[in-house]
């Protein structure tokens, strides 16, 4: 279709990257006032310290079957059904003046993160498929298909669900205080290639 000798193009984005946002502000006030027993000394998380078993605290059980009726429904937005298992779950503190580097949560299958008091947004990155060549989009103004990297703005209450291999970091642009975790997903039943089967199965000599 032409105009005036102008060509018009019509743009075909494809495979989408599926973050699964939900708010669940009811819950904010008793999972931060749990804070104080599972809190840890060194770094902005408990993994260091390895305080990572928040999802074990009985206190928190409704709060986490809600975390996990969450990520149900992110599933279901693919087609797909899995048993979902905990791995490890921690409390997150961080402000001004130290910022998350950018890290992913590989081998896990499936992360999230809880916040209960933040002004700073969440960035993902990924390499952009578009690039012919290193920094080949450096000096050009940023739009969906040339960008690296997606901001996503946070408040209180929101959960956010993603691949664990994603990518994403945060800036040291305010006070961000949040619960995170890592998820691996087994198969329903033994018939399947590939995956994994349930723990229930392993074994360690």
Request: hydrophobic share 35%.
């Amino acid at each position: 279709m032409t105009t005036l000798g102008f060509r018009y193009m019509e743009t075909v984005n494809i495979f989408p990257t599926t973050i699964g946002r939900f708010n669940l502000r009811h819950h904010t006030d008793w999972v931060a006032r749990r804070f104080e027993h599972h809190m840890f000394k060194r770094g902005q998380t408990g993994e260091i310290d390895g305080a990572v078993l928040v999802h074990l605290d009985p206190q928190l059980n409704s709060f986490m079957l809600e975390v996990n009726d969450c990520v149900d429904q992110y599933l279901e937005s693919m087609n797909v059904e899995y048993n979902i298992h905990f791995m490890k779950t921690w409390y997150a503190v961080s402000g001004e003046d130290s910022s998350v580097p950018n890290h992913c949560h590989d081998p896990a299958h499936i992360s999230w993160v809880y916040y209960l008091d933040t002004s700073d947004p969440l960035i993902f990155t990924k390499d952009s498929d578009n690039e012919w060549f290193p920094h080949a989009f450096a000096d050009a103004e940023k739009n969906f298909c040339n960008t690296s990297a997606w901001e996503e703005h946070t408040q209180e209450g929101d959960l956010l669900i993603f691949p664990s291999k994603l990518k994403h970091m945060t800036r040291n642009t305010a006070h961000r205080w949040s619960v995170a975790g890592d998820i691996l997903l087994t198969n329903l039943d033994l018939n399947k290639e590939g995956g994994l089967t349930h723990p229930k199965y392993w074994k360690q000599f």
